[in-house]
C-alpha cells in the first residue's frame, strides 16, 4: 500500500503540471526564445546522470538535424537560484522537457527522464508535426 502512495504523488505532480494555464505556458515562451521555433526549456540539474544521457542524445545526428531545423533548446539547471522562467513550475525529477510554441502555448505534456534516440526522434516529430497542423489552420 505504501508503494502506491509513492506512485500517486508524481502522478498527481505530471496533471498539476500538465494542468498549468496557458498564461504560465506563455510567461515561459516569452522568455525561452522568440523565433518561429519550438522552444524546449530542458530542465537539469549539477550532478544528474540521466540529464547527461539525454543530452548526449541530443548530440546524436539524426537528432540533433530535427533540433536545428525545427527546434530552439534552452538549458535550465535548477540547482542554481532562479533560475526557471516566471510562471513554469519546477519539475518533479530531472531532465524535464518543456515544449512551448513561439507564441507561448504549451505544445505537449512535459517529457521526464533520459530517454532513446528512437523514441526521442518520435516525439519530436510528433510534436513538430502537431504544432505545423495546428499553425496551417
Known amino acids: ?8 504523488l508524481p502522478i498527481l505532480l505530471l496533471f498539476v503540471i500538465a494542468c498549468s ?4 505556458a506563455a510567461s515561459a515562451g516569452g ?4 523565433s518561429d521555433k519550438i522552444s524546449i526549456l530542458f530542465v537539469e540539474q549539477s550532478g544528474c546522470g540521466s540529464c ?6 541530443f548530440k546524436k545526428a539524426d537528432v540533433k538535424k530535427i533540433l ?6 534552452k538549458f535550465i539547471d535548477i540547482s542554481k537560484a532562479n533560475t526557471l522562467p516566471k510562471g ?9 522537457l518543456y515544449f512551448v510554441s513561439s ?7 512535459p517529457i521526464i527522464g533520459a530517454k532513446s534516440k528512437d523514441d526521442l526522434i518520435d ?8 504544432y505545423k497542423a495546428k499553425s496551417a489552420k
Do not use: R
Open 68 to 73: 536545428d531545423s525545427d527546434f530552439e533548446v
Open 88 to 96: 513554469v513550475m519546477e519539475p518533479f525529477g530531472t531532465p524535464t
Open 21 to 24: 494555464d496557458s498564461k504560465n
Open 31 to 34: 522568455q525561452a526564445g522568440q
Open 103 to 109: 507564441n507561448g502555448k504549451e505544445l505537449h505534456e
Open 52 to 57: 547527461e544521457l539525454l543530452k548526449d542524445t
Open 1 to 8: 500500500m505504501k508503494n502506491i502512495k509513492f506512485l500517486l
Open 123 to 130: 516525439v519530436l516529430n510528433q510534436i513538430k508535426n502537431d
